[in-house]
């Protein structure tokens, strides 16, 4: 069992920059790829970015791609997502994901895009961007 828990949301003007963070409690957190979704109000959740589970490969969006960075310290079992540039569209419920490397019979996941996929979910942080 695998706990998120995401903190660094806030309220910044447009073209400044903040950085979220996703720390997880649990065992075996270096096996689990994790990715960054978000959701503003009235609209589907989205994916935003994902690392692998040794942080070799990235994926981003592209409304955040140039942007966005995503990184993990797994010896502090945190996930990262460095938001630069921050446009009002960016504005949303930002939500940490974690998903097994290697599921049992499948290939290993590098990272991934969907939301179901995903067997873990932290309960949301705020990013409101002011223009």
């Known amino acids: 069992q695998l706990q998120l828990l995401e903190s660094g949301g806030g309220v910044v003007q447009a073209g400044t920059s903040l950085r979220l963070s996703c720390t997880a409690s649990?065992?075996?957190?270096?096996?689990?790829?994790v990715s960054w979704f978000r959701q503003a109000p009235g609209k589907d959740r989205e994916f935003v970015a994902s690392i692998s589970y040794r942080g070799s490969t990235t994926q981003y969006s592209d409304s955040v791609k140039g942007r966005f960075t995503i990184s993990r310290d797994d010896v502090r079992s945190t996930v990262y997502l460095q938001m630069n540039d921050l446009k009002s569209e960016d504005t949303s419920v930002y939500y940490c994901?974690?998903?097994?490397?290697?599921?049992?019979?499948?290939?290993?996941?590098?990272?991934?895009?969907?939301?179901?996929?995903?067997?873990?979910w932290g309960q949301g942080t705020q990013v409101t961007v002011s223009s």
């Open positions: 994901a974690a998903r097994v490397a290697r599921r049992r019979g499948q290939t290993i996941v590098l990272v991934f895009t969907s939301s179901d996929d995903v067997d873990y």
């Open positions: 649990g065992p075996y957190f270096s096996s689990y790829a």
